[in-house]
């Protein structure tokens, strides 16, 4: 017997004699479904808001666009998906609640999609780029907040506030490592990349202060109000991705202070980023594992 645990807590219970394998592997999966989903939301909504904020230019950059529309329609799709992995196969039970913020997510999401995959489709004006990325990304991630574990409880409010928090911070910034690493580098180079992360930076000190906050916030609650399912493992997980979070704090005080020297020593058209480079992409690296490691918590939460 095998017990799954779906995005707003509810338990299903798989039960067979010779099936303990396939069981396994529908958990699996359901981890992989949430994994995916994360990775989309942070390429669709990070991009968005690294254009419209740090460098509007790359909207008009068409491997941008690819990318962020294939993270629009990854949310799509594993929206969809994810709820059978979690119910082994098998037809989902979806509250009503459900199935409107799936509904709201995926039409979000494949209209998204349609507007950044179109070949030589005209975006508007910056300001319309950033209202509309304030008003659809704050929508979509409402739509994970409420399908969460923080749906319910007595402090529900707080833990609803502070899981919006987290994941707008994270979404914003590994989205911005992603950016300038699959686009800005290749792009316009490491001198580019190096004047970006200049305008970056500071997104990324405050989107760091968030997810410490609102994390550990999130965390003291689910644990106090003993909502955890299994208490070991969600701690283990936690403390993975607490240490994984660590190390990419550490990478990224590698990358900007080698930055800030050799910014104040030499003119940027005289030095090589490559310090900076090698930091951001581990970053993003850690980052993935850090995306996994929330897939693990959401499981056994």
Request: proline share 3%; glycine share 12%; with cysteine.
């Amino acid at each position: 017997m095998h017990t799954l645990f779906s995005d707003d807590g509810s338990v299903v219970v798989l039960s067979s004699s010779g099936l303990g394998s396939d069981t396994d592997l529908w958990w699996v999966l359901a981890g992989v479904c949430r994994t995916l989903g994360y990775v989309g939301i942070v390429v669709f909504a990070g991009f968005a808001v690294f254009t419209a904020w740090i460098w509007p230019g790359m909207r008009h950059v068409t491997r941008a666009r690819d990318l962020a529309g294939a993270g629009a329609a990854l949310c799509a799709l594993t929206t969809v998906a994810t709820p059978y992995a979690v119910a082994g196969g098998h037809s989902p039970e979806l509250s009503a609640r459900q199935l409107t913020l799936s509904a709201v997510r995926v039409g979000l999401s494949l209209v998204a999609a349609g507007v950044l995959l179109v070949p030589r489709r005209a975006l508007g004006p910056l300001r319309a780029t950033r209202l509309a990325t304030t008003l659809g990304g704050s929508a979509l991630i409402l739509t994970y907040v409420l399908m969460s574990d923080a749906w319910g409880g007595p402090l529900a409010v707080v833990k609803v506030v502070a899981t919006f928090a987290h994941i707008g911070a994270t979404v914003a910034w590994l989205g911005g490592l992603a950016a300038l690493i699959l686009v800005v580098l290749p792009v316009r180079g490491v001198r580019g990349m190096s004047r970006c992360f200049g305008r970056f930076s500071p997104l990324a000190a405050t989107c760091v202060g968030v997810l410490v906050v609102s994390g550990t916030v999130h965390a003291w609650i689910v644990l106090a109000e003993h909502d955890v399912a299994v208490p070991r493992q969600f701690v283990l997980a936690l403390l993975v991705k607490t240490a994984i979070v660590g190390l990419m704090l550490l990478l990224g005080n590698i990358g900007r202070v080698h930055h800030q020297r050799v910014r104040r020593q030499r003119p940027l058209s005289a030095h090589n980023e490559g310090v900076l480079a090698a930091g951001i992409g581990g970053e993003l690296v850690c980052g993935a594992v850090v995306l996994v490691a929330t897939a693990v918590l959401v499981s056994v939460a």
